[in-house]
Every structure is written in structure tokens, then in C-alpha cells.
């Protein structure tokens, strides 16, 4: 039997090259329905041969349900999302579903969040994921009524909408605390702003506020981005008399790092230095970094599982999942050395 070209085989094709019926294919591609184990064995080896795929979107208007997720990432070259996403593909493949994603190779702005986020919407997928710190709840909101979401890597309030995060506030206590026990007293602070990133800001806000709680005055540096830390370090070092840069990412540390060695200075012995995140290439015991590491495989688990359980009608409740991560103890911070 000859089709068009370019045309996508269907199941009466399969039913040609296999010579069963119809009605033979149909139950055994789907898996209802009583059929031998020779005829699924010819049906099998029929739609290999011809390539054959079936049509989510054709069996989701039948079964209401496509076994589809979107899941909307902020920006694909930073290891959170990628680690992220990662984890949320194995945990929606252990429960049969598929993952379609909509990212950038840059940061995703908010009209770019927004238009991808649609397009998800487009496709029928039966739940949706957020993790975009740029877009504002409000733009989330009009769509609780069409899909389940999980907002993943944030903390939201909103009505509808069910949020899986790490405890920032306790993230940029624990490492202000650190460097305070070790005897650090004038503490400088890269603050990122909070319109770029609620998670960012969230922890650079509690460094400060846990430095101020114990009379001492941090020295806060801000920046519209924690890719623009090296500007403001490099700016503002001189006669700050800081003994301590606090980063809102561990990639922002490294660039702490680097401003240190062009002056010829070097962490902890010249000024100690603390990230946070915790995984991926910056993770390694050769950098040693000081960080705060984000239970972000978690996150991602958890996410799908909520969101799953939300599509099978397992649960109507929207909840708030805040994870607690842990402080990585690198050599980049040191305890003050004591004036003689």
C-alpha cells in the first residue's frame, strides 16, 4: 500500500502492513481489549516499520486527558533550571506523562514568559509548571481556571496555584549567621533587585536583616542583576573595609572571586567570599566555594508529583512546600583574623 509522501502513517495503514483489522490495531496500540500475542507482535513490528506516532492531541480530545505537562523555565544556562528540569522529566516519565518545555538560551523575559506560557496553554497539556521568577503572579493567575499549576523555585500566595521552594529567608540567615560566628563584623552584601528575582532578593534581604539583628551594619551593594556583581564589587571595594562579600549566587561568587585575583588578593586570607545554590559545575571541592546548597532535584520531584496528583484528581488543595536547604562549609570563608 502506497500513501502520500510527507503524509503520517495511521492506523489503517498499520492495518494494511500488518493484515489485521482495524479494530485489531486500535486495541492493541492502546492496550485495550483483548488481542493475541501474535497479532500485537505483527501490529508492533507494522508501526515501526512505518514510523508510526500516535496523536496525543487526537487522543486527548477522546480521554480529556493529553499525559502531557508544560513546564515553562526561565533561562536554560543556568544550572538551576537545567537541574531542575532534569528532575522534573524523570518524575513525570515515572508516572507515565510526558514533558513538553518552553525555555530560552537566555534570561526569558516577562513578554517571552508570558507568550510561552500561552503557547503551553495552546497545546492542551492537562497541567503546567512555572519557574520564572520574572513573572508576576498576577500574569499566572487568569489561567488557574483552564489548567493545574505548580509554581516551582518560588513562593506564591495566590489563590489556585500550588508553589514547591526553598526557604531563602532561612538560606541567607544560615550563611549571615556563619560568617558572623566566625568573627566578621563589617559584612557587604550584592543585593539583587527584586523586580528581576523574588528568590534572589528574598535571600540577599535576610542576610541583611540577620546582620542588623545583632547590632552590626551591613554594607549593602545593589545590583539589578547578580550578573552585574563584578561591576559592583570592582566599584565599590576600595575603602569599604569589608572583610566579608556575600553573593546571591554561586555564580556571582565566582566573580567575586575573580575581581580578588586581578587585585592580586585571594579568599579567605584577603576577604572571604559566600555564594548560593550548591550544585552543578560551581559544586566542586577543587572550588571550594562557600555556599548554601538548594534542594532543587527536590524541588523539581515534588513539583510534578503535586502537579500529577492535582491532574488526577487526587487532591484540590493548593498548597505551599517550602524545603529547607543546607550550608556547604567551602574554604572561601574564613574565621577574622584576631589583631595582635
Not at 495552546?122 to 509554581?151: C, H, K, T, W, Y
Request: hydrophobic share 40%.
Amino acid at each position: 500500500m502506497t500513501r502520500a509522501r510527507g503524509k503520517a502513517p495511521t492506523i489503517l495503514d498499520i492495518a494494511a502492513e500488518a493484515g489485521v483489522s482495524k479494530s485489531a490495531v486500535s486495541r492493541a496500540l492502546s492496550g485495550q481489549g483483548e488481542v493475541s500475542a501474535e497479532t500485537r507482535e505483527k501490529v508492533e513490528r507494522a508501526a515501526r516499520k512505518l514510523g508510526y506516532v500516535a496523536n496525543a492531541m487526537a487522543r486527548g480530545l477522546v480521554s480529556s486527558q493529553t499525559k502531557t505537562v508544560g513546564v515553562l523555565l526561565r533561562d536554560m544556562t543556568r544550572p538551576f533550571y537545567a537541574l531542575l528540569q532534569t528532575a522534573m522529566q524523570r518524575a513525570a516519565e515515572d508516572r507515565g506523562y510526558q514533558v513538553v518545555t518552553a525555555t530560552s538560551a537566555a534570561d526569558l523575559g516577562v513578554a517571552d514568559a508570558l507568550r510561552a506560557l500561552r503557547n503551553l496553554v495552546s497545546l492542551q497539556v492537562d497541567g503546567l509548571v512555572v519557574s520564572s521568577a520574572r513573572l508576576p503572579s498576577e500574569e499566572i493567575v487568569p489561567f488557574i481556571d483552564r489548567v493545574p499549576i505548580v509554581v516551582a523555585g518560588r513562593r506564591e500566595t495566590s489563590r489556585g496555584i500550588t508553589s514547591v521552594f526553598c526557604d531563602d529567608a532561612d538560606g541567607g540567615t544560615v550563611l549571615a549567621e556563619h560568617l558572623l560566628q566566625l568573627g566578621h563584623e563589617r559584612i557587604a552584601v550584592v543585593l539583587a533587585d527584586e523586580a528581576y528575582s523574588l528568590s534572589q532578593y528574598a535571600r540577599g534581604f535576610a542576610m541583611v536583616e540577620r546582620i542588623r539583628a545583632v547590632g552590626k551594619t551591613p554594607v549593602v551593594w545593589h545590583v539589578a542583576t547578580d550578573r552585574e556583581a563584578t561591576q559592583a564589587i570592582t566599584d565599590q571595594l576600595d575603602g569599604a573595609g569589608v572583610t566579608a562579600i556575600m553573593c546571591p549566587t554561586d555564580g556571582s561568587a565566582v566573580d567575586a572571586l575573580e575581581v580578588l585575583r586581578q587585585r592580586g588578593q585571594s579568599a579567605p586570607e584577603d576577604c572571604t567570599v559566600t555564594g548560593y545554590d550548591g550544585f552543578g559545575p560551581l559544586n566542586t571541592p577543587y572550588l571550594g566555594l562557600t555556599t548554601f546548597r538548594q534542594p532543587v532535584e527536590e524541588i523539581g520531584r515534588t513539583s510534578i508529583n503535586l502537579l500529577l496528583d492535582k491532574i488526577e484528581g487526587k487532591t484540590d488543595q493548593d498548597r505551599l512546600v517550602e524545603l529547607r536547604g543546607s550550608l556547604i562549609e567551602g574554604r572561601t570563608a574564613g574565621r577574622l583574623p584576631r589583631l595582635p
